[in-house]
């Protein structure tokens, strides 16, 4: 009986203490809601916090990633070259020569087979090796109306390798009829070796005015006017700077229009007044290419930007990532997924050959290799639009790569490092793994 007694008497405060304990619980639950209000506020804030850090995390893994896809080479294998036979790799195509005139037909032989009519170009564009300001303004016509190359010739003939390119081309005519379209101011034999052919000439006194011309020359074919334009130096000292434009002009019906560092020529003004103060205009190069000054004459005309890099690399890069959402101007690529030409700043000529490479196939606009090599910024551009895969590579995104030039002026080991940089890779940096 004592021993129940204790049991019970046990019992009895322990069922107590529990209630007690409940009741303090359910006191404190009711007369603080704020406080527990609050610390729920914290622990999603903490949430939250711990979402931020998972985010951050992700942007950090991919700065890693970009860093990683960034880094040039340490080791290099002497060997490579040795017994080379192969021109292209998997993801670079190159036209191995260093003439600009035999470019430009590799150019055209690439990207019209002619086979057939649906790949025969309507009209080839034949412009003066050594006129780059010709040629470069010449672009303009390569997609629209013309839908062909531009092959340069001697501006007091046409080399036979030319003609036999024209011939294999077998133009069908533009929507004018037009076969073959010359440009600049050529001697009277150019033209009688064009006999058979229907020509159509586009001349000029000066580049601003040859430019003027073909812009006026495309308005007529198009019934109108592009709004936006392209401002760039005529200056033989800036070319590098003005070249890259090529590639946009011959995808897209902008036209580049000249002006010089402290000069905006009346022939562009009178240009850019067709587009009755509506104009979009985007200079290309820094303010020691063109000026600040010549900027503000050009508000008059409409909105103006610029796209400008330190140097002739970087200022290429900077028109490779520009996109303009407004209009839709410019290429924005940022991503992977494209085609990339690359030049040697010692050949600038060999950028207005491939120009072709931008209106058809992979439509690549042009990154400048500094004498031929990679700078840090062209890892770096490279590092962004690097494709990658978590588990299975033949889905893509993938790159692809144009060369223009033989190994003297981008070597094969430059070559290689491309190669590599485009190559679509593991996700995690740990190259192809199982796949």
């Known amino acids: 009986m004592k021993k129940n007694s204790k049991l019970l008497i046990f019992l009895t405060v322990l069922t107590a203490f529990m209630l007690f304990s409940a009741s303090c619980s359910n006191g404190s639950s009711n007369g603080h809601t704020g406080e527990h209000t609050e610390d729920m506020n914290h622990e999603k804030m903490d949430h939250e916090n711990m979402n931020d850090h998972a985010n951050h995390n992700g942007k950090d893994s991919q700065s890693t990633k970009n860093q990683d896809f ?28 260093a003439d600009p005139i035999r470019a430009s037909i590799y150019v055209s032989q690439t990207i019209w087979p002619a086979t057939h009519k649906e790949n025969q170009p309507g009209a080839v564009i034949l412009s003066p090796v050594g006129q780059w300001q010709t040629t470069l303004a010449g672009a303009d016509l ?26 294999r081309l077998n133009p069908t005519g533009n929507r004018n009829g037009t076969q073959i379209v010359v440009l600049g101011d050529v001697s009277n034999n150019v033209i009688n070796q064009l006999s058979g052919y229907k020509i159509e000439q586009i001349k000029g006194k000066n580049p601003a005015e040859f430019a003027r011309n073909v812009d006026q020359a495309y308005a007529e074919v198009s019934e109108g006017y592009p709004e936006s334009v392209i401002i760039v130096s005529s200056e033989d000292q800036h070319k590098l700077y ?19 560092e402290h000069e905006l020529p009346k022939e562009t003004k009178d240009a850019l007044k067709k587009r009755n103060k509506k104009a979009n205009i985007y200079i290309l190069g820094p303010e020691k ?5 010549v900027e503000n ?13 330190n140097d002739p690399v970087t200022t290429s890069i900077e028109f490779a990532k520009f996109k303009d959402k407004d209009t839709q101007f410019g290429w924005g690529i940022t991503e992977p997924g494209h085609g990339v030409s690359f030049i040697s700043t010692d050949s600038p000529e060999l950028a207005l050959a491939a120009a072709p490479f931008s209106h058809l196939g992979k439509h690549a606009p042009m990154i400048w290799l500094n004498k031929g090599q990679l700078q840090q910024e062209t890892y770096d551009f490279l590092a962004s639009i690097k494709p990658t895969f978590q588990d299975d590579p033949t889905t893509g995104p993938y790159n692809h790569g144009f060369i223009i030039g033989d190994q003297k002026q981008i070597s094969f080991q430059t070559q290689g490092i491309l190669d590599d940089k485009l190559e679509i890779a ?7 793994g199982g796949h």
């Open 142 to 167: 390569i997609h629209h109306p013309n839908n062909g190359p531009i092959l340069l010739i001697h501006q007091d003939n046409i080399p036979d390798k030319v003609l036999s390119e024209i011939k």
């Open 242 to 260: 003005s070249i890259p434009a090529v590639n946009w002009i011959s995808h897209m019906p902008e036209p580049i229009l000249f002006a010089a």
């Open 289 to 293: 290419v063109i000026s600040k000054d």
């Open 297 to 309: 004459q050009l508000k008059e005309y409409g909105t103006v930007h610029r796209i400008a890099g």
């Open 70 to 97: 960034s880094k040039a080479p340490a080791q290099f294998n002497p060997n490579a070259e040795e017994s080379l036979i192969v021109k292209n790799t998997k993801n670079i195509t190159r036209i191995p020569v």
């Open 426 to 432: 593991q996700e995690d940096g740990h190259g192809h």
